[in-house]
């Protein structure tokens, strides 16, 4: 009797052993290891900046939040995109002085490249970037070129190629050599003037504004004039995107070629006719005043004021009037060129992705997130299945 009591006592005493490991094994499998946020770099002009747009209706925000909704992980956003950036070249030295100025304030430092450097210093381990969103190089070839009607097609194309092509791969290829895990989504750009913009009064005049012809040039109708910005702003949205699309494709085969799990993409924005400036579909910020305000506008050469109808205005204003304050002796010609630019700083947002423009931008780079995902990007990481377009 007693030797079966001491085995039945040593059998319960093993039992209750191999009960706890095995419930301490089923719990550190059913509790994971939570997973580490992403981390998402914007950088670019005034395009992925998101330019007269509350922060929720930016582009990038949008994305952002699509990332967490469709992967369940946290992502934590860095933006470097200002107004204005230039791209640059990886040797630029940037003023500190600007760096901090408000993103609405169009200035072309610090450049595309100097972004780069300044998002490097503030990661302390670079290989967790997951995603960068980039844009760039209509400031380079200034955006006022096509708004004026004495340019052609032809040069705006060459323009395109010498702007968007070389400068933009090697913008790509320092991106993803200073982010080893990211994959690069870049956005393309889109026409401003089409056949649907308005042909008022005040659009031929603001066309006419605009028009600097060479010297002894002969004079051209409202007509000529007219279509000479629609074909430029066509051939601007078409080469423009070809040669983004291009500069793209030539560092993604080099990544492939190089066994790289990285991926460059080009996020195309499908931007129709009627969707232009001042049309009246516009996906694109415009003025906010009356047709006579306006035309009393042109009439007086910038003395009457006029403002835009994006959502961030007020706030512009206030940066702008900060920035182009009046310095302690000013004369009357220096007083003269900065009020001009004071005015051309608080119609920044003008020609911009409005809200519904932005929205087309989240489906242009969320199309690409889709197939990086449905190609194995966060596979593991507990991120749903999502069905491609």
């Given at each position: 009797?007693?030797?079966?009591?001491?085995?039945?006592?040593?059998?319960?005493?093993?039992?209750?052993?191999?009960?706890f490991l095995f419930s301490s094994f089923v719990y550190t499998q059913s509790v994971k290891t939570p997973e580490r946020p992403l981390n998402l770099l914007v950088l670019g002009d005034s395009i992925l900046w998101g330019q007269g747009?509350?922060?929720?209706?930016k582009a990038w925000h949008q994305v952002k939040s699509w990332l967490e909704q469709n992967t369940g992980r946290e992502v934590r956003e860095k933006i470097e995109a200002h107004s204005g950036a230039?791209?640059?070249s990886a040797g630029d030295q940037t003023d500190n002085s600007t760096v901090w100025l408000d993103g609405e304030i169009n200035r072309a430092v610090p450049t595309v490249n100097e972004q780069i450097d300044y998002a490097l210093r503030s990661y302390s381990d670079r290989s967790q970037v997951d995603l960068v969103l980039v844009d760039g190089c209509i400031n380079d070839i200034d955006a006022r070129r096509l708004l004026n009607a004495s340019n052609t097609p032809a040069g705006i194309r060459e323009l395109a190629q010498a702007k968007c092509g070389a400068p933009v791969a090697a913008l790509l290829e320092k991106v993803v050599?200073?982010?080893?895990?990211?994959?690069?989504?870049?956005?393309?750009?889109y026409p401003i003037i089409s056949e649907k913009t308005s042909n008022d009064l005040f659009m031929r005049a603001l066309g006419k504004r605009l028009y600097t012809p060479a010297p002894g040039s002969p004079r051209i109708s409202d007509k000529e004039l007219r279509r000479r910005l629609i074909a430029i702003s066509q051939e601007w949205y078409d080469a423009s995107n070809e040669k983004l699309a291009d500069s793209a494709k030539s560092v993604d085969a080099k990544?492939?070629?190089g066994g790289s799990r990285q991926r460059t993409l080009f996020a195309r924005v499908e931007f129709f006719p009627g969707y232009a400036f001042g049309s009246h579909e516009s996906r694109l910020w415009g003025f906010d005043a009356s047709p006579l305000r306006k035309l009393l506008v042109i009439l007086a050469f910038g003395r009457v004021s006029i403002r835009t109808n994006d959502e961030t205005r007020g706030q512009r204003s206030d940066s702008c009037e900060k920035v182009f304050k009046r310095p302690d002796g000013e004369t009357k010609d220096q007083k003269r060129a900065r009020q001009w630019r004071l005015?051309?700083?608080?119609?920044?947002a003008l020609g911009h992705p409005n809200r519904k423009g932005s929205a087309m931008y989240v489906d242009a780079i969320t199309n690409q997130l889709k197939l990086l995902i449905s190609g194995g990007w966060l596979r593991g990481a507990g991120a749903p299945a999502i069905s491609t377009p």
């Open positions: 009797m007693k030797l079966s009591a001491q085995f039945a006592k040593r059998f319960l005493v093993a039992v209750a052993a191999v009960s747009l509350k922060e929720e209706h230039v791209i640059g050599s200073s982010f080893p895990n990211a994959h690069v989504i870049i956005t393309g750009y990544l492939a070629a005015m051309l700083c608080k119609l920044a």
